[in-house]
């Protein structure tokens, strides 16, 4: 008896997630018994049942920020127990496999549905970063890299820019890992919160611009949003990172200055640097030709395999957060959001606070349903703004595998203050120096002819004419 009292008083986080979660649907259940009519059967006070399980989860998250994993576990399986049990039909096998023939989504990137890629291409990059992260500790450059950083405050400004550039081409989860380990190496094991927030704001805002820099902006690439259709959120992003390479650069030369020296007889192991390079290159190239980078990360690591050990360690220490971030993912894929705000600047400086709370890829993906997004702005949204919680982006959960401490929602959010100013500020550099250019993707809810947006160009292609400022010319 003491030690079951002893696992709730050590578990207290998770006894309350479980009972709260498991208790939510029966009241749900109670109240259609009660006489609330179909239409309402599955809500409380007018809120989707799976939305409040989910505020839950995320609540529990923030409270119980050590024991993380398990409130993720239990709160993706009371939103799958209650989509089971509570909702009639719901199409499991759909939803994560879609119709398509699983042969054919592997053989053609196009036939791809469903949210399994996602989720296994997210499980891929998370575990084989955290391989890249330590053969990159392990093969000395971090350990130079102090003779080549300024001394003062400058050095980690300078880290930070230098996330910032290398995010610009690779996936943002990598430029993270390597800038933390960076940071592990230069400033001795002490690396304040706020700099750790700064880091994974730097490499989010380098993606932010790029179609090979972000998942989100990839998938609007693979949607028909044009690359240079995203390229002005570089306006917002760069306005983003100096504020926050600013105020976390100082805040880490408060907390540990930057190493004056680089160590003494320091060999770069060339070898291992190779892998590193091979690694980041194949997560390029599968990315632009088959969508799935981690399908490159994972065949660069094992040829390096064959000339190097490979720090395999490291899975077991990545796999709890990479599940935790999955179970999330998941658990927002199933959210009833089949329709957002009309397109609208307004719209998107919202979901760039919604998405450091709700994940990136399904918000994505509604906007491109729903089309006439300013892309650049919604990708900086979408993007930079998963930074402002640590649980908020990939890269911040792959971060504090390397950071436990920043788990901490409250010391990210107060520590951590700036990022938020930098997203504000950010979102609107960009909409005064640029405004809001909506723009079209291959994809309408309805028939182009039938669009109801204003000056839609898919529309007037479609009718054969070319709105022209108030009027209109027939093509011939």
């Not at 990136?360 to 729903?370: E, F, G």
């Not at 930074?387 to 959010?413: D, Q």
């Not at 909506?438 to 109801?452: G, I």
Request: charged share 10%.
């Amino acid at each position: 008896m003491k030690s079951l009292l002893q696992f709730f008083r050590n578990n207290l986080g998770i006894a309350l997630t479980a009972m709260f979660m498991f208790v939510i649907p029966f009241i749900a259940s109670a109240s259609t018994h009660a006489g609330v009519s179909g239409a309402e059967a599955f809500s409380i006070f007018g809120i989707r049942i799976e939305f409040i399980l989910f505020a839950l989860t995320l609540v529990s998250v923030a409270l119980f920020h050590k024991q993380t994993f398990w409130v993720a576990i239990i709160g993706l399986s009371a939103i799958v127990l209650y989509k089971l049990f509570f909702i009639s039909g719901y199409p499991f096998a759909e939803h994560f496999f879609g119709g398509n023939s699983l042969i054919d989504q592997f053989t053609d990137k196009h036939m791809r549905q469903g949210e399994w890629g996602i989720l296994l291409n997210l499980l891929g990059l998370l575990l084989g970063f955290a391989i890249l992260a330590k053969i990159f500790e392990d093969s000395g450059v971090p350990d130079i890299l102090p003779k080549y950083l300024p001394n003062d405050w400058k050095g980690p400004f300078v880290l930070l820019i230098f996330v910032f550039v290398l995010s610009s081409f690779l996936d943002n989860i990598a430029a993270a890992m390597i800038g933390g380990t960076i940071a592990l190496v230069v400033f001795k094991n002490k690396v304040h919160i706020g700099y750790i927030a700064g880091i994974v704001a730097a490499s989010n805002a380098g993606g932010a611009g790029s179609v090979v820099g972000d998942t989100t902006t990839t998938m609007m690439w693979i949607d028909g949003v044009s690359a240079f259709n995203v390229l002005h959120a570089f306006i917002a992003a760069g306005a983003a990172l100096l504020i926050i390479a600013w105020f976390a650069a100082r805040q880490q030369d408060k907390f540990q200055p930057i190493t004056a020296e680089a160590k003494q007889g320091v060999k770069v192991d060339w070898g291992r640097l190779f892998i590193v390079l091979l690694i980041l290159t194949g997560a390029i190239v599968s990315n632009v030709y088959y969508d799935m980078p981690a399908l490159g990360v994972w065949i660069a690591i094992l040829i390096g395999a064959t000339f190097r050990k490979m720090p395999w360690h490291e899975i077991g220490t990545s796999i709890k957060g990479s599940i935790f971030l999955m179970s999330l993912v998941t658990a927002a894929s199933m959210m009833p959001v089949e329709t957002l705000p009309d397109a609208s600047w307004v719209t998107a400086f919202i979901l760039g606070f919604v998405s450091a709370v709700f994940d990136n890829i399904p918000l994505t993906k509604l906007c491109l349903q729903q089309g006439h997004y300013d892309w650049g702005m919604l990708a900086y949204a979408v993007g930079f703004g998963g930074s402002m919680i640590w649980f908020g982006s990939s890269a911040g959960v792959a971060i504090t595998n390397k950071f436990p401490e920043a788990r901490n929602v409250l010391l990210w959010i107060r520590q951590g203050w700036h990022v938020i100013l930098a997203y504000i500020v950010g979102f609107f550099v960009l909409f005064f120096a640029w405004g809001w250019e909506a723009e079209d993707n291959k994809e309408h809810k309805e028939p182009a002819q039938n669009c109801p947006v204003e000056n839609c160009k898919a529309k007037a292609h479609a009718l054969g004419t070319i709105a022209v400022s108030d009027s209109t010319v027939v093509v011939e």
